[in-house]
C-alpha cells in the first residue's frame, strides 16, 4: 500500500520533465487515497486538467502518454458509447514504480479492479498485471 506522500515523494526524485512531475501532483489532488485512483465522479476532464494545471491541452495530453508509457499512471477508458451517452470520463489509476526506467513494478490489480475499502490501492504487483 502506498500513500499520497510517498507517491508524492516519489514524483520528486523521479528524473521526470518538471511539466510532467507537476501534472502527476495535480493528479493526486484529484485521486482518492491511499487507492491512487480518480472517484467516477469527480475525475478531471483534460480541459479540467488543462486548467489546473496551467499547462496547454497538447502538452496534458502528451504528457498523459509518457506517464502512461513509463508505468506512473494508468487510464482506465470508459466505451465510446459510455462516453457519449452518460458523459463518462476517462479515469486514472497512480502508480509508483520501484525504481526509474523499470517500468510499473507497483500497481494495483490492474484497470477494471476499483478499490474497495482504504486499506485496497497500489499494492506490488508484475507489470503485466496493468495488462489484465
Known amino acids: 500500500m502506498s500513500t499520497r506522500w510517498?507517491?508524492?515523494r516519489a514524483v520528486l526524485a523521479?528524473?521526470?520533465p518538471p511539466p510532467a512531475r507537476h501534472l502527476l501532483h495535480v493528479l493526486a489532488v484529484?485521486?482518492?487515497w491511499p487507492a491512487g485512483t480518480t472517484p467516477a465522479k469527480h475525475t478531471p476532464s483534460l480541459s479540467r486538467l488543462?486548467?489546473?494545471s496551467g499547462l496547454c491541452r497538447s502538452s496534458v495530453a502528451n504528457h498523459l502518454k509518457t506517464l502512461e508509457r513509463a508505468g506512473w499512471l494508468v487510464r482506465m477508458r470508459p466505451a465510446v458509447a459510455a462516453a457519449r451517452a452518460k458523459k463518462e470520463r476517462t479515469r486514472y489509476r497512480l502508480v509508483v514504480p520501484t525504481s526509474a526506467g523499470d517500468g510499473p513494478t507497483s500497481a494495483t490489480a490492474g484497470p477494471e479492479a476499483e478499490p474497495t475499502s482504504?486499506?485496497?490501492g497500489l499494492v506490488t504487483g508484475p507489470p503485466?498485471?496493468?495488462a489484465s
Request: hydrophobic share 40%; charged share 35%.
Open 6 to 8: 510517498d507517491f508524492e
Open 14 to 16: 523521479s528524473g521526470l
Open 30 to 32: 484529484f485521486a482518492d
Open 50 to 52: 488543462t486548467e489546473s
Open 118 to 120: 482504504a486499506g485496497d
Open 128 to 130: 503485466d498485471a496493468l
